[in-house]
């Protein structure tokens, strides 16, 4: 999928070559919101890649344009300059608010995805057994979402997301609303099930640590409005844990280029 700053949205044809080409290119991309006087430029020129399989946690002061980026390389909106390349195709995308409908069960919902993606009955009910499984919700599958805890109902929409088998997953503060411990737990079952079926993830963050305790790079947008200032690799084992040193340390790093980057804008 590539979008264009006129609007156009354009699937390739040909099928890509994914072992050469990046999962996401976003290239010198700009957006403005609105027009004339109330006129908000979001982002400026941002330059990003995240190759096949590769995490990425973007990270960046409230408002610099984070949300924006990811709807933009979503394609549910246009860059002002610049061009978005997708080629795996439309990603899935999750958000801190599950956005499961409430009067499907949890299961209906799975299914309903995948009914929206052209996916036959059968092999519907058995990817949403199958997913229900893998976050723990096999027990929970006939229950609507308000019968679960906020933390359940982030794992049904994880299940929802993985369903499509994307090449690409788009996360904006999926855990955002969660308590520490949750977030900690549902940290662990993403990076699980990241890892055994290797998605490329672009994943936006407030949460410096969350960040440290999943990327494989993290990338640091300047204040709005928002362009890449710093990167940096994290090569810390995984399995890893939110609380421990190395964790901490890279927190410790990308904390204070934030902090710098937060004071040359007088936030
Ligand atoms: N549809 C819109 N119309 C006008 N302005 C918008 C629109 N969407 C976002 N903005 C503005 O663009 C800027 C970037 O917003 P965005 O939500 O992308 O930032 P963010 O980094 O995700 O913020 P936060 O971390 O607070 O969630 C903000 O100043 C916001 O008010």
């Given at each position: 999928m590539?979008?264009?700053?006129?609007?156009?949205?354009r699937?390739?044809?040909?099928?890509?070559?994914d072992?050469?080409?990046?999962a996401?290119?976003?290239n010198a991309?700009?957006?403005?919101?609105?027009?004339?006087?109330n006129?908000?430029?979001?982002?400026?020129?941002?330059?990003l890649?995240?190759?096949?399989?590769?995490?990425?946690?973007?990270?960046?002061a409230s408002?610099c344009?984070?949300?924006t980026?990811?709807s933009?390389?979503?394609?549910?909106d246009?860059?002002?300059t610049?061009?978005?390349?997708v080629?795996?195709?439309?990603?899935a995308?999750?958000?801190?608010?599950s956005?499961?409908?409430?009067?499907l069960t949890v299961a209906?919902?799975v299914?309903l995805?995948l009914?929206l993606?052209?996916?036959?009955r059968?092999e519907?009910?058995e990817?949403?057994?199958?997913?229900?499984?893998?976050?723990?919700?096999?027990?929970?599958a006939?229950r609507?979402?308000h019968?679960l805890s906020g933390?359940?109902?982030?794992?049904a929409a994880?299940?929802?997301?993985?369903?499509?088998r994307?090449p690409?997953l788009l996360?904006?503060e999926p855990?955002?609303a969660?308590?520490?411990?949750?977030?900690d737990?549902l940290?662990?079952?993403?990076?699980r099930?990241?890892?055994?079926?290797g998605p490329a993830?672009?994943?936006v963050?407030h949460?410096?640590?969350e960040?440290?305790?999943l990327?494989?790079?993290?990338?640091?947008?300047?204040?709005?409005p928002?362009?890449?200032?710093w990167q940096?690799r994290v090569?810390?084992?995984?399995?890893?844990?939110?609380?421990?040193?190395?964790?901490?340390?890279?927190?410790?790093?990308v904390t204070?280029?934030l902090?710098?980057?937060v004071?040359?804008?007088?936030?």
């Amino acid at each position: 999928m590539t979008t264009r700053a006129d609007g156009t949205v354009r699937e390739d044809a040909r099928p890509p070559d994914d072992a050469v080409r990046p999962a996401v290119a976003v290239n010198a991309v700009g957006k403005v919101h609105g027009r004339g006087g109330n006129a908000v430029v979001a982002l400026d020129g941002i330059t990003l890649t995240v190759e096949p399989g590769e995490f990425v946690c973007v990270v960046g002061a409230s408002g610099c344009g984070k949300s924006t980026l990811l709807s933009l390389v979503a394609g549910l909106d246009a860059p002002t300059t610049g061009t978005i390349d997708v080629p795996g195709g439309t990603p899935a995308l999750m958000f801190q608010e599950s956005a499961l409908f409430p009067w499907l069960t949890v299961a209906g919902n799975v299914e309903l995805a995948l009914k929206l993606h052209g996916v036959g009955r059968a092999e519907r009910r058995e990817r949403a057994r199958e997913l229900l499984a893998a976050v723990h919700l096999a027990d929970f599958a006939r229950r609507r979402p308000h019968q679960l805890s906020g933390g359940m109902r982030q794992r049904a929409a994880l299940a929802r997301t993985l369903a499509l088998r994307t090449p690409v997953l788009l996360m904006d503060e999926p855990f955002g609303a969660l308590d520490a411990m949750t977030r900690d737990l549902l940290h662990d079952e993403l990076e699980r099930l990241w890892r055994q079926r290797g998605p490329a993830v672009l994943f936006v963050t407030h949460n410096v640590r969350e960040a440290a305790r999943l990327a494989d790079r993290i990338v640091l947008l300047s204040s709005r409005p928002g362009r890449v200032v710093w990167q940096t690799r994290v090569d810390t084992p995984r399995p890893r844990r939110i609380d421990s040193p190395e964790t901490a340390a890279i927190a410790a790093d990308v904390t204070a280029r934030l902090r710098e980057e937060v004071r040359r804008h007088g936030g």
